[in-house]
């Protein structure tokens, strides 16, 4: 493994457990979660100094620091997300607001802390963080940065670890910023995203060919949809629940305009500005903390690259298999152990292959819509998805790992499974794209 790092470097590839056959993780149940925090979630960024995600992250961070009981001097080390957008880009001829870029310590970037992060703006921005020795940046996902947090502080870099995520939505349509602005698309994508296609259509071209190949219905997908967003309006600190507290009925999702089908309105999650941390520590620190230990007993990665422009249903499939037969070999357990999965769903269409390669409540492949027409309520044997994932509670990548935690310390509220909370999953983002995953167990056992 690497040897402590320089602050703000990029984590290494030997960090990740991206390969089949390593065994059972050398620091299974050695690590755990403590403190969770999260800011208030918006829609967007309403342009003012107190509400930039800059500012949102600096009070999930003292949230996480606060909810795990651990004085600020004994953090010393944070893993963080530096990429924010979730939408639009900063348009490079928008003015930069100086006065809300001077209300806080700023860095040689004007946008730092409002469409970007650095390690350097976040401890400039908490000075009573004043022992943080190990700084390293994570790549698109809370699940990501989780992974790097825990690997670390198993080989002794860290001892108590801050782990960051952020989302700032500005102005303008969902991915109508960036390269999609552009007159041009170049690279690869000129072929097949030459208009700058819906975020879900390369899933929703896989997953037509899914109910082709196993006769399926598109309407086998309303259950679980129905479930999410119940799922969600439980969950204080998401969109749906803080914003627009309404069901979704299988009329709305059934009768809800196409987006790429079989992929319509509601299986696209909706881009949200907010921010969420953890806590990360050793599971000896953990015991004299103020909250149960949520123990990391595997961390996965999923590292497959397709052959072609365009994932396969197949190439999916191989891919989530592979990931599910990682994560289970390194926890040292089988997909009958797992109590609930919050596998990722940022298109609801992608999670019946997550969980179908996880194997969780002995589906196969082809069958993950079968089950879906059971009880998979957080009443039921089979929660699925108890955090509302994404499509419940909006695009932010780590509701799944809040929740998770929450489950194992018995503290998610009114979204407490029934069922004993020992062993859960939570990760993602889609299939063949630099994911990770991690395992949660009640015992580091």
Not at 156 to 185: D, F, P, Q
Not at 214 to 229: A, D, H, I, L, Q
Request: hydrophobic share 35%; glycine share 10%.
């Amino acid at each position: 493994m690497p040897t402590p790092n320089r602050l703000g470097s990029t984590a290494p590839e030997s960090i990740f457990r991206s390969q089949e056959g390593l065994g059972v993780w050398e620091h299974k149940g050695k690590v755990a979660a403590v403190g969770i925090g999260h800011s208030p979630t918006a829609r967007r960024w309403d342009g003012t100094a107190e509400n930039t995600i800059g500012a949102w992250c600096l009070m999930a961070l003292r949230k996480a620091i606060d909810d795990a009981g651990v004085p600020p001097e004994e953090i010393d080390g944070l893993v963080f997300l530096p990429t924010t957008t979730t939408g639009a880009h900063w348009p490079a001829d928008r003015p930069i607001p100086m006065d809300i870029v001077n209300a806080y310590e700023t860095t040689d970037d004007p946008l730092d802390g409002i469409a970007k992060l650095t390690d350097t703006w976040l401890l400039k921005n908490m000075p009573e963080l004043t022992n943080v020795k190990f700084v390293m940046a994570g790549m698109d996902c809370m699940s990501n940065a989780i992974a790097i947090a825990a690997q670390a502080v198993g080989d002794g870099m860290a001892n108590n670890c801050l782990v960051l995520k952020a989302w700032h939505n500005l102005e303008g349509r969902y991915s109508h910023g960036g390269a999609n602005a552009e007159e041009t698309i170049s690279g690869n994508q000129k072929w097949s995203n030459p208009y700058g296609s819906a975020n879900s259509w390369g899933t929703a071209q896989q997953f037509q060919r899914y109910l082709w190949k196993y006769g399926k219905t598109k309407e086998m997908m309303t259950p679980f949809m129905v479930n999410s967003r119940r799922n969600g309006l439980m969950f204080p600190e998401g969109y749906w629940y803080q914003h627009r507290p309404e069901e979704l009925t299988e009329e709305d999702y059934l009768e809800s305009r196409w987006i790429a089908k079989p992929a319509n309105l509601f299986d696209n999650d909706i881009p949200i500005h907010t921010a969420a941390a953890y806590l990360i520590t050793t599971a000896e620190r953990a015991k004299d903390m103020k909250q149960k230990p949520a123990y990391i007993l595997n961390h996965a990665a999923d590292r497959t690259i397709q052959r072609g422009l365009n994932q396969t249903l197949e190439e999916a499939q191989r891919s989530c298999a592979s990931t599910g037969r990682k994560l289970l070999e390194g926890a040292g357990i089988s997909a009958s152990d797992l109590s609930f999965e919050n596998m990722y769903d940022g298109f609801s269409l992608f999670h019946v292959f997550h969980m179908e390669g996880l194997g969780f409540a002995g589906v196969k492949e082809g069958e993950g819509l079968d089950l879906y027409q059971e009880d998979i309520s957080i009443e039921g044997p089979h929660p699925v998805s108890p955090s509302g994932g994404n499509v419940g509670s909006g695009r932010t990548r780590f509701w799944m790992h809040t929740d998770s935690i929450q489950q194992i310390q018995g503290r998610a509220g009114d979204r407490q499974i029934r069922i004993p909370a020992e062993i859960g999953v939570s990760g993602g983002p889609l299939p063949l794209y630099h994911s990770d995953w991690i395992v949660w167990g009640a015992s580091p056992d």
